[in-house]
């Protein structure tokens, strides 16, 4: 029923779309779906680059025969172990049962842990080489991108790297696979999502491995997730997407989350987003966190260098929404922001605080004063909010424009 998918000279695609669940690790919606890839080789020996979940088992084996017939395969390559991509391995062994799987130490055990496969594993070193025929597997571990086990492999016959998570994007891929088959910019939002929902904490290993993998040649990456890179400008855009977001680094746009009850935090943030507009800053994000998805939210601070985040005090404390922004943010050890924030309260002022310690804590830089509203608006919160949307206009666009000298009161 499958035509083979030839992605290269004797490389093959055999992964599937998902587009039934609704949340990837039950938590991130997926709101275009996603991509399971694996990729064959076929030489003298025939090596398959990583499973697919096992709920798509059955579409990935009709892939897999359409490529090889009734020929065995010899490898099983596992550069990642999370179940979306070694969810198939213990049903291939029952298909093929002389498989040899091939992993690094820390793979071979989860192996053993999930699956109970101790049987046919190959003990690979960082830089190994395993010889298929004209083709060489070298494998790179790049521990915590995503996992601790996870490890590329690189082709240098044919300047491709199989890159696991790395370089991967939320978003199915509908039709083509290749890059040149579909609309890349399409999957930009959906890389910068899966990167800071799923990758994001990690921006120190990633740096690691982005530096480990700088002395080779690439001319093709193939992600677990999403298109086949192999265009020039695209392979050079998605390494240069990664390196910009594990170094924290961003666009100068500004991201304003608020949690509101009643409407009075919103008036302050509608206030704030004015003034910056009115300032010249045009990439101006809004999310209530009441309604936003907390992936999206995720996504935008990572792509934006200032952020103002507003809160009502609830029970003494941030607004909940707020809390578990904060408390996602922090697991991903953000940094490197132009930051402020604003709130309101009825009686007891607590969240102008914990928003400031939460900005110490995370070493951003606070912009100007937190702008604090006591039941109602008066004329000067309106003046310290304004205040606030021109400050963080001015921080975000000096630099790449010519900013007027005014009466801001900036820090
Ligand atoms: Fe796509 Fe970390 O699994």
Known sequence: MYKPLEIAKNIF?????????PLFEN??????????????????????????DLCYSDVFFQKITSVLGNRPIDYLIVNHMEPDHSGSI?????KYPEIRIVGNKRTLDMLKGFYGITRNVVLIQDLEELHLGECTLQFYLTPMVHWPETMMTYVPEKKTLFSADAFGAFGALDGGVL?????????????????????GKFG??????????????????????????TQKTQVAEVFNLYDQLSR??????????????YGHTEQLAEIIASSAAEHGLKKIVMHNVSKSHESDILRDVFAYKGLLIGSPTYNNKLYPGVES??????NRYMKNRFFGCFGSFTWSDASAKQLAAFAEASEF????????MKQAMLSEVVEKARNLGQCMARKLLSGVEVVPNNSANCH
């Open 13 to 21: 695609y055999v992964g599937v779309n998902d587009r039934t669940k």
């Open 27 to 52: 938590l991130w919606p997926l709101p275009y779906g996603v991509s399971y890839n694996a990729y064959l080789v076929v030489d003298k020996q025939t090596a398959l680059i990583d499973t697919v």
């Open 90 to 94: 213990a049903w291939l062994v029952s």
């Open 179 to 199: 890059d040149t088959q579909l609309t890349p910019g399409r999957y930009r939002d959906e890389m910068i999502r899966y990167y800071s929902n799923i990758v």
């Open 204 to 229: 120190s290993p990633v740096q690691t491995a982005l530096n480990k993998l700088s002395g080779i040649d690439i001319d093709a990456i193939c992600s677990t997730h999403g298109p086949v890179w």
């Open 248 to 261: 924290y680094e961003a666009d100068p746009g500004l991201v304003i989350a608020y949690g509101s009850m």
């Open 325 to 330: 922004l904060l408390s996602g943010l922090q």
């Open 365 to 372: 830089e606070m912009i100007a004063d937190p702008v604090i």
